[in-house]
């Protein structure tokens, strides 16, 4: 997750995302052009850290603080990296419970009413039909972008649109999906 720098951008193994815009203008499609990535939240899991309270973050630094920074088998650490690393300045970042049903998830994403703005919400490896539909309502009311993974076995834009026709991703204005990294 992250926005692509400029030096990145020319990467081969960037082209299939650059193409995948054009391909989406070419069929008539709606195409994002800017979001404001100025402040955003991350809800998952980590490796400890308060449950279901934002925590406004400055930098990566400040995230291995309070959430212990890298597991090999969670995500957060990995995406609020990359934010940093591609020029966010601030974000804000809920635990979510480690039980990990859709129940737990729901409250961490209720946690957020207490944050006054952000532009972007970020759900890193969290696929669950149940918890980005909840993701997107709330995205909607907070007049947010949401950023969700693709789904296992989603890799190509023809198996995103099956995913999203089938209830797999919601259906949304207000999101964007990331597709894993295809090489040539």
């Known amino acids: 997750m992250g926005v692509v720098s400029s030096s990145l951008a020319e990467h081969p193994l960037f082209r299939f995302h650059r ?3 054009e391909n989406a203008i070419a069929a ?3 195409v994002i052009a800017c979001v404001g990535t100025s402040t955003a939240v991350f809800i998952g899991s980590a490796v400890h850290g308060s449950v279901n309270q934002p925590v406004s973050i400055s930098g990566f630094a400040a995230f291995e603080q309070q959430f212990g920074g890298f597991a090999a088998d969670l995500e957060l650490g990995y995406a609020v990296q990359q934010f940093f690393l591609n020029g ?3 974000a804000w970042v809920v635990r979510a419970d480690a039980d990990g049903t859709d129940a737990a998830f729901r409250q961490s994403i209720r946690a957020l009413d207490s944050v006054d703005a ?3 919400l970020a759900l890193p490896g969290i696929t669950a039909p149940a918890i980005l539909a909840a993701a997107a ?9 949401l950023v969700v993974d693709s789904p296992p076995g989603a890799r ?3 198996q995103m649109s099956a995913a999203i026709t089938s209830g797999a991703i ?4 207000k999101g ?3 597709l894993p990294l295809a090489s040539d």
């Open 88 to 90: 966010g300045s601030s």
């Open 137 to 145: 309502d709330y995205c909607r009311k907070r007049r947010a972008f």
């Open 28 to 30: 008539g499609q709606r």
């Open 170 to 173: 919601p259906s949304t204005s």
């Open 156 to 158: 190509t834009p023809s």
């Open 176 to 178: 964007g999906r990331v």
């Open 19 to 21: 193409s995948m815009g």
């Open 118 to 120: 952000f532009s972007l």
